[in-house]
């Protein structure tokens, strides 16, 4: 296909002048189209693996996003269950997620009590605001948390939880 050397309109094979503006066609060679520009890449991202829709360093942020469920998809799906950096991410947000679950659940436990023994001692309103008020401290703390891990991973580090990461690690080899 051959294009118009002053506008860049496609004009048909063995046309003399340019449909679209008027200028009459030589025999030069045919103008071809302007390549897309490149897509930037951020600039300490991890090496993408050919046929990779993402690179690392996002699927490692995606791990932590809604929590088990994405730490699991990225753990089964096929370009990224090999990549130590991706799993190390997977396998850490599926076990903050269940220490977090399991930390809601003994709280909500003891929130129960905590009712039980203001109402039978006559004091609701203090005591219960006040357990209230440390369950709102510690939900913006585990939320800070959330947001930080999705942070590092995005920042292509391998930043490692205390007792959490040490197992994340063992588990992605």
């Not at 690392?56 to 130590?84: E, Q």
């Not at 809601?104 to 005591?127: D, E, P, Q």
């Not at 369950?135 to 913006?140: H, N, S, Y």
Request: glycine fraction near 8%.
């Amino acid at each position: 296909m051959a294009f118009c050397p002053k506008c860049g309109a496609s004009v048909s094979a063995g046309a003399t002048f340019c449909g679209s503006c008027g200028s009459p066609l030589s025999a030069a060679a045919p103008v071809p189209p302007a390549a897309p520009p490149p897509i930037a890449q951020p600039p300490n991202a991890r090496p993408q693996a050919a046929g990779t829709p993402m690179t690392s360093n996002v699927a490692g942020a995606l791990c932590y996003v809604l929590g088990f469920i994405t730490g699991i998809i990225f753990l089964v799906l096929d370009p990224y269950k090999n990549d130590r950096f991706v799993k190390f991410h997977a396998f850490q947000s599926i076990f903050l997620n269940a220490a977090m679950i399991a930390f809601w659940i003994v709280w909500a436990i003891l929130s129960a009590i905590v009712f039980a023994i203001a109402v039978a001692g006559g004091f609701v309103g203090v005591l219960f605001s006040l357990f209230h008020l440390v369950g709102l401290v510690i939900w913006l703390a585990l939320l800070a948390l959330w947001v930080f891990m999705i942070y590092k991973a995005y920042n292509n580090e391998r930043f490692m939880l205390p007792i959490i990461g040490a197992m994340a690690a063992k588990q992605a080899g």
